[in-house]
């Protein structure tokens, strides 16, 4: 899809070809297509089907905004899931210091149309020309292109320092494909830090995977997880005040961004969980080490992103068995959005032969296989097993003490649900 035939789906013609377009998504393209071409053109008719393919995938992210928004394929990929978005724009919005924003790489606008809904005025610039057409489509369609200004233009130009917020979300794909390498962004790292120091204020969208010598000493790094899968990572830099927090309960001393920064004590890590909004900030707690008990806990993953899992033992009274690894356990069953939790049923060195027979013993023919630190392929592995039986198991693969082990384990479901 190229901008002259996104510009003519806008048109009331293109508007009749995107509405019969969707009415025939997910039928067979050849079919599809067919039927457009009768009354439309080449270019119109792919744009079209195009755009319906897309606002059916966005429906993941942006619930039944998707219907009235706009996409181009790399845009929708690295677009920010609804909830996150609104959550972050809630924080941003929340702090005292003025809500005019400016919005570099903005991409399709996933973010800004939540900062716009929480309060702020935005200033919404992108390099790709048919980028800034789709973004400012869609501002028009949900209703905020009075508190969204969408216009071409390349960051570095942007002058920071004359808003109240800068955020920043840098595209994370080459041509070869994903990047995870930030000097490989899109501005390229150097320019992202130079808006970020002339910025009052600034949030960056960023991988979870970003290296932590990447993060400036003077921000708060928080990752976020949405149903138990991390999404992203945000670093937060500038004055803290106001609330500036999550929705849900903060644990944690030091807890307001930018606090341990203050003391020179490096970055603020934060975990966030969604759509709850619980919050966890890091304090140094470290977890002690010892043997297997009758539960081990995996914390979520924001958790283990931030290194928060002394943080996590500590709230379920548990240690590690392994120092380096992010597994937990403990004795008693303690409940929290941290981390899932399984009763232990036996631990094991790792053997094949030993453990596919003492899974025929208990008759598992069905089991989620979970590693940590061990080079075991799981699909060769469960073909292996030649599991049999009307049992279920949890095998948990890791290494206790530089030693390889598996924990045949089942899930330890809530007290309120248990009792």
Known sequence: MDLDAFTELLTPRGQRALAEAVEVVGADPVVAATRLRRSYDADLTSAALTQAALRERAKAKFGADAAHMYFTPHGLEQATRAEVGAHRARRLAGTAGGTRVVDVCCGIGGDFLALARAGCVVDAVDLDPLTVAVARANAEALGLADRVTVRQADAATVSPEDYDWLFADPARRTSRGRTFDPMA?????????????????????????????????????????????????????????????????????????????????????????????????????????????????????????AHLVGEVAEMVGGRLPDPMIAYITGDEPFDTPWAARYTVEEVLPFSLKRLRATLRERQV?????????????????????????????????????????????????PAQIAN
């Open 185 to 305: 962004y899109s501005p390229p790292w150097p320019v992202v830090l130079d808006l970020v120091a002339r910025a009052r204020r600034a949030c960056l969208k960023v991988a979870p995977g970003i290296p932590y010598e990447f993060i400036p000493g003077e921000a708060e790094a928080e990752w976020v997880s949405y149903k138990g899968e991390v999404k992203e990572a945000a670093l937060w830099t500038g004055p803290a005040e106001g609330p500036a927090q999550a929705e849900g309960p903060v644990r944690g001393e030091g807890a307001a961004r930018g606090e341990g920064a203050a003391r020179g004590e490096g970055p603020v890590r934060r975990a966030t969980l969604l759509p709850g909004g619980e919050t966890l900030v890091a304090r140094g707690a470290e977890a002690p080490t010892g043997p297997v008990g009758r539960f081990v806990y995996e914390p979520d993953g924001a958790a283990i992103r």
């Open 365 to 413: 023919g069905n089991v989620v296989i979970k590693k940590r630190a061990s080079a075991v392929d799981i699909e060769r592995l469960r073909n292996d097993l030649r599991l049999s039986g009307d049992k279920s198991a949890v095998i948990i693969l890791t290494r206790i003490m530089d030693k390889p082990s598996v924990l045949i384990c089942h899930p330890s479901p």
